[in-house]
Nanobody, 124 residues
Framework: QVQLVESGGGLVQAGGSLRLSCAAS????????MGWFRQAPGKEREFVAV????????YYSDSVKGRFTISRDNTKKTVYLQMNSLKPEDTAVYYC?????????????????WGQGTQVTVSS
């Protein structure tokens, strides 16, 4: 059984930073792409960032490019999302996910396991 546990969310002022972590267990972490999505109240789940199995390739949504950085540590089975220059519109529940697709997928259907999410709130 694959488990993904997010941490690091919280309340921060606009312009601030947070780092989310996602610890994985249950399958060979280093073989699979890892991603972050987010969902704000009343909105659909939105792609944020993805990293391939080795960490060599990443892909970001236009809304976070240049502000967020995804990384992974395969020895710790953990993926990170460093979020800088946060804006109120970044407020959402952030979900960690893993998928078997190669490369850097961005569609929710390409991922098969999801964490329970961590709340990020950015005040203006």
């Amino acid at each position: 059984q694959v488990q993904l546990v997010e941490s690091g969310g919280g309340l921060v002022q606009a312009g601030g930073s947070l780092r989310l972590s996602c610890a994985a267990s249950g399958r060979t972490f280093s073989r699979y792409a890892m991603g972050w999505f987010r969902q704000a109240p009343g909105k659909e789940r939105e792609f944020v960032a993805v990293i391939n199995w080795s960490g060599a390739n990443t892909y970001y949504s236009d809304s976070v490019k240049g502000r967020f950085t995804i990384s992974r540590d395969n020895t710790k089975k953990t993926v990170y999302l460093q979020m800088n220059s946060l804006k109120p519109e970044d407020t959402a529940v952030y979900y960690c996910t893993t998928g078997t697709a190669s490369g850097v997928p961005s569609a929710p259907s390409m991922f098969d396991y999801w964490g329970q999410g961590t709340q990020v709130t950015v005040s203006s």
